[in-house]
């Protein structure tokens, strides 16, 4: 299981008088957020909304009250696998139209989460080593620079996890094999490194191919 502190991770950008995103270009970089999660095991990303959200926009802080729209990005190149359903009032969206791809889902702002509230996402195909970063679309208190009150949130481009490195702690070894086949027996989602919505011999391969080469390219 890895987790992803968008403090850290994650800047934002608004793209006023739109209702949702349409493409990896409708993400843009700026200041930063506060308090708001994700935590990723295997195909399934929960996000956690905390109890005082904030994005800040030209040294200003804003309350987040609606988080309304959840994407994994690809920076360059298309997924090779990308498929879900809707899970209640949120629609799965996928969108590889101009440079990138973005696969999530999305709701409108009344039926998004309020801060202190989490949801868990479930993609039925998903590669992970595909993805580059989160992208969120986000509801504020307050106007935003130029009018609106939306957000689109991305994280600055970043390695994806190391298939090889599979229980992520920084070394690639025996214990990343131990780990890896207690998963893999036990049919864990985690053990679907090669995104194929399957837990089968596949798998193995596209571990020890890395693990062997002692890294991932």
Known sequence: MFKFSLTALLAVAALNG?????????????????????????????????????????????????????????????????????????TFHRNS?????IGGWKTNPNLGLDPGE????????????????????????GTLPGGGNTFYITGPSFQPPCIADYNQ????????????????EAGSPGADVNGDGGVDGADVQAFFDPWKAGGCV
């Not at 195909?43 to 804003?62: E, H, I, L």
């Not at 139209?97 to 791809?101: H, M």
């Not at 702690?169 to 893999?184: K, M, P, Q, R, S």
Request: net charge negative; aromatic share 14%.
């Open 18 to 90: 739109q209702a949702a995103a349409q493409s990896r270009n409708s993400f843009q970089v700026i200041d930063g957020v506060n308090d708001l999660e994700v935590e990723n095991s295997g195909r399934t990303y929960t996000v956690y909304v905390g109890p005082s959200p904030t994005v800040t926009v030209g040294g200003v802080d804003y309350p987040i009250n609606s988080v309304f729209g959840f994407w994994c990005l690809s920076d360059d190149n298309n997924y090779t696998q990308c498929d879900g359903s809707d899970v209640g009032d949120w």
């Open 97 to 101: 139209a101009s440079t990138g791809d």
């Open 118 to 141: 989490s949801m868990a996402f479930t993609f039925s195909q998903f590669k992970e080593s595909d993805r580059d970063g989160f992208g969120f679309h986000v509801r504020v208190d």
């Open 169 to 184: 702690d920084g070394g690639i070894d025996g214990a990343d094999v131990e780990t890896f086949f207690a998963d893999w």
